[in-house]
């Protein structure tokens, strides 16, 4: 089964927004980028960009009909900033011209006058000084305070966890065109129609109903463009409205980089206690997320952080503590894995220390915690159908833990210069929208009388193979074959009010309302069939390999009979079906609920070898093991595997996304970004699924697969931090992330290297008491 | 803003003849994309880095967001519409098919300058081991797939082509 999109991706006639046939009359934007990172904005001078010739306007927040906000989640957020700008790249405004780089050029003319205010790009420092977003957040299970005097070991720590940018090649974008009245009709590079819908609609002041968005394809998201993908359209649809023109407004690579938002940075405390067996007792942690100038979803990614605190263990005491933190920083959004990963960051991080402390490998403790049947989250789901256990035992069996192990200490000893470090990293990752009310779908499905079918629901196509699976679900329900499906591009007059196509949940929502546009329409049909064929028990009526049988025998009717004689005999051939996740809710008063339909369970083993002298070094092998319940199409699901651990190895290894104090980006182009190319993967990669019984919560068994892969990619951070630990016995090692080849060798010979120069190279973090009110001892 | 001079450029992309009068500073990119219509030349970075506006100069894969119409003056351009001449309603090139048949792709969008990159690789090296595989990727992103299936994809699309 191969992707739903392969034939048209690899002739090129696959269409991107930027890819459409141009409409007469189309003029393109650009934007008016903030230079600073915090400030008020005195003056814009527009004149010199408005006096070169075929520059149409120059649009700036005092022309927006609407209201000039786009906040998705707090109303904190300026489409263009109107008095003050927050951070750098900010947008100011917007010069629309008859081609994109006429409009480029007019916008580098306009030079805005902004009087600097002070500039915070350190979450803890915004921390210290009240700037925090919404409300902080604490789950609480059990009790740690009284659980440390019960521990033989309690370590505390501190992690740094950088952020990420997403690349997905495909850049932002929108093109808008003008319709009847106040009509408009986008296409736009979004995993969310309907934000950009609602938000086009508010900034223009008009009902959403006037708003279209159509979606057939995005070149690739990650979450980049979940919420982000907003401001652009929004702009678009702003031109449009004013000059009565069509409008594109594709960002350059460099505005995107500069202007979007990214994986948040974390900064953490931790504190851990143990028995000496290597039982968890207690896990304090504190968060404190970079979220960047404004909210977007960062105060929901903050919560994932939360139910994510203590991955796939069982802790009797736990205290989560977490904080979105203000600061000028372009605001950080959704990026694959929500706020997830930074959180078993922390804990795997603080297992690390505390196997240090105890002398014990970091594995025996992982092993000895994973979560069983029944055991409770800090927020108050009961693990079910708990294969955390299974997925490390069938890693075990299948890989040989103890012979990797036996074979990378002969290594060690046999080599000086160079280490090689093993991890486990076993992953427990919860399904569903945090956000209880978005786990909704909807599907609408055409059966037409040559018996081809349309379908379209919410989900937007980014690469995740989401057509395929639809088609497959499609075919497999109405027992056609999938050559008579089209999965139709994402569109805000067919299908309303959708969620976004995010939290891995896109197939369980509207495969889930698909197989129920379906039903409704085959229940029709078999009526008919009852009816014209004079069967008995209609129930018994089934349609298989496109002929319709009675009891399993054959009736004589095909696929093509039954729709044309539907249509003759006036029975509709077209359905609209819902999907609402049964049985979740949480309850943010008590922060306990069952927020989650089910969780994806995994183990991978990874190895890396370090040149300790260089400090570059090579990922040997991941080998997994994989919870997918009964994949719908293992093809695109493993491609999800493989993709997903390529951008969580990137996370923790190269890609080392960076702002200078005055908040300014220091990778503006892939040329210093680094990301992950052809040599990067792992040579030995190994991928098995765990087979196991039917999930029942989503579509025949299946389960969801965007996010949890990346969770596998954490384990290389270990790996290398213990071929470093291997090399440097003795020395003490951070929990800063990404660990490239220049922060290996700073945590191998930082201390060696002059204070002033470490101090510079390590950074100045203060120094603070994160858990004051009891002691910290270590004993092993 | 004075406008440029322009300049007469005829080039032979795809095979066919086209004659444009173009700024100077315009990139073969952009002439292909916005000129001719030829979408499928995809723009990642801007900067050479990314790959996925690669095609075919005399016969060679090259960055087109590198290089101005002008230069292509003259001489042939294969775009990855070229792949399959008919504008694609016969059988895909097999480079293409092995790309469907080993799921070497997901959003698609560097696809393109992909198979473009690795047209005259397997030109030159027929049956190219894993190595050589992966050296004439190297200049070629793609965010979607850890690559593993891309270098299958090659190695598909080799034995294809040298067993006709």
């Known amino acids: 089964m191969s992707h739903y999109d392969a034939t048209h991706h690899t002739r090129g006639t696959s269409r991107y927004v930027g890819d459409l046939p141009e409409p007469e009359g189309l003029c393109h934007a650009a934007i008016v980028p903030s230079p600073l990172a915090h400030g008020k904005l005195v003056r814009l001078d527009s004149a010199a960009a408005l006096a070169l010739p075929e520059v149409i306007a120059v649009i700036t927040a005092g022309d927006i009909p609407g209201e000039n906000q786009i906040g998705p989640l707090i109303q904190d957020e300026e489409l263009l900033a109107s008095e003050t700008v927050h951070f750098s790249g900010q947008p100011l405004a917007i010069v629309v011209a008859e081609t994109p780089e006429l409009a480029r050029r007019a916008a580098g003319m306009i030079r805005p006058e902004i009087v600097l205010l002070p500039i915070i790009t350190d979450p803890r420092e915004a921390f210290d000084r009240g700037e925090i977003i919404g409300a902080t957040r604490q789950f609480v299970l059990g009790n740690v305070e009284s659980a440390w005097a019960a521990c033989d070991v309690v370590v505390e720590g501190r992690c740094d966890i950088g952020g990420q940018e997403h690349v997905y090649l495909e850049t932002q ?211 079910e159908r708990a294969r955390a256990e299974a997925t490390w035992e069938k890693a075990d069996a299948l890989y040989d833990l103890a012979a990797i192990h036996r074979k990378i200490e002969q290594y060690n000893r046999d080599h000086y210069e160079t280490k090689k470090g093993l991890a486990v990293m076993p992953i427990c990752f919860g399904i569903s929208f945090t956000a209880t009310f978005m786990n909704q779908g909807s599907a609408l499905v055409h059966i037409y009388t040559d018996g081809s079918v349309s379908i379209s629901t919410g989900a937007v196509e980014m690469g995740q193979g989401i057509s395929s699976k639809l088609a497959n679900i499609t075919a497999r329900t109405l027992g056609i074959g999938e050559s008579r499906i089209k999965v139709e591009s994402t569109n805000t007059t067919r299908i309303a009010n959708m969620s976004p196509s995010a939290a891995s949940a896109t197939t369980d929502l509207c495969g889930g309302a698909a197989i129920r546009a379906c039903e409704e329409i085959l229940a029709r049909l078999r009526r008919l069939a009852a009816r014209e064929l004079q069967l008995g028990d209609e129930t018994a009526i089934t349609i298989e390999n496109e002929q319709v049988r009675y009891q399993g025998q054959a009736t004589g009717w095909s696929w093509r009979k039954l729709v044309e004689t539907a249509y003759f005999s006036r029975i509709s051939l077209s359905a609209h079906a819902f999907y609402a996740t049964p049985n979740i809710y949480f309850d943010k008063q008590k922060e306990k609920g069952r927020p989650f339909n089910y969780h994806v369970y995994g183990t991978a083993i990874l190895e890396a070898t370090v040149d300790c002298l260089r400090g570059t070094y090579d990922i040997d092998a991941v080998k997994i093991v994989h919870d997918l319940g009964r994949p719908l199409n293992a093809v695109v699901d493993l491609g999800q595997i493989e993709g997903g651990l390529a951008q969580g190895l990137g996370w923790m290894t190269v890609e080392d996304l960076q702002f200078d104090h005055t908040g300014k980006l220091l990778a503006g182009a892939l040329a210093n970004y680094k990301l992950p190319e052809v040599y990067f993967m792992p040579e030995d990669l190994q991928v098995n699924f765990l087979e196991n019984d039917d999930n029942p919560n989503a579509p025949y068994g299946s389960k969801a697969v965007g996010e949890p892969p990346l969770l596998y990619g954490l384990g290389v951070f270990f790996a290398l931090r213990n071929a470093a630990r291997a090399f440097r016995p003795g020395k003490t090692l951070s929990f800063h992330a990404p660990m490239t080849p220049e922060r290996l060798l700073l945590e191998l010979y930082g201390d060696q290297m002059p204070p002033d120069e470490r101090q510079s190279a390590e950074g100045n973090g203060k120094t603070r008491q994160p858990f004051p009110d009891t002691s910290t001892k270590e004993k092993a | 803003m004075e406008n440029a001079p322009l300049f007469s450029v005829k080039v032979t992309v795809n095979g066919q003849l086209f004659e444009r009068e173009v700024e100077p500073r315009l990139l073969l990119s952009d002439f292909l994309r916005h000129e001719l219509a030829l979408t499928g030349t995809h723009v990642g970075c801007e900067h050479g880095v990314c790959g996925a506006c690669t095609v075919l100069l005399n016969g060679e894969a090259v960055r087109s967001c590198l290089i101005f119409a002008v230069q292509a003056h003259g001489q042939e351009i294969v775009t990855v519409e070229g792949l399959t001449p008919d504008g694609g309603r016969e059988a895909l090139h097999p480079l293409q098919e092995a790309f469907r048949e080993a799921h070497g792709l997901q959003c698609g969008f560097c696809t393109p300058g992909i198979l473009m990159t690795l047209i005259p690789f397997l030109q030159e090296h027929p049956q190219p081991s894993e190595g050589e595989i992966r050296e004439a990727l190297s200049g070629n992103l793609c965010r979607c797939t850890g690559y593993h299936n891309i270098v299958k994809a090659v190695q598909l699309a080799a034995e294809t082509l040298r067993h006709g």
């Open chain 1, 173 to 383: 974008g929108a093109r808008a065109l003008p319709g009847e009245g106040d009509a408009i009709k986008l296409y736009s590079s979004t995993q969310s129609p309907y934000v950009v819908q609602r938000s086009v609609a508010k900034v223009l002041g008009v009902p959403y109903h006037l708003i279209e968005v159509d979606v057939k394809r995005i070149g690739g998201g990650f979450g980049g463009k979940e919420d982000q993908a907003t401001p652009w359209a929004c702009l678009a649809a702003l031109a449009c409205r004013l000059t009565g023109r069509p409008v594109e407004l594709i960002l350059s690579r460099h505005d995107d980089l500069l202007m979007t938002g990214k994986r948040h940075a974390y900064s953490s405390d931790f504190k851990i206690g143990l028995d000496k067996t290597g039982k968890i007792l207690a896990y304090a942690v504190r968060h404190y997320q970079n979220a960047g100038a404004s909210a977007d979803l960062s105060p929901a990614i903050l919560e994932r952080t939360l139910f994510h605190s203590t991955n796939a263990y069982y802790i009797p005491n736990v205290h989560i503590f977490a904080a979105s933190c203000r600061t000028n920083i372009p605001p950080a959004t959704a990026f694959r894995g929500f706020g997830g990963p930074q959180g078993m960051f922390v804990i795997e991080s603080a297992i690390a220390k505390a196997a240090e402390a105890l002398g014990i490998p970091r594995e025996e403790i992982q092993r000895r915690n994973l979560i069983r049947e029944g055991q409770e989250f800090p927020y108050g789901q009961q693990a």
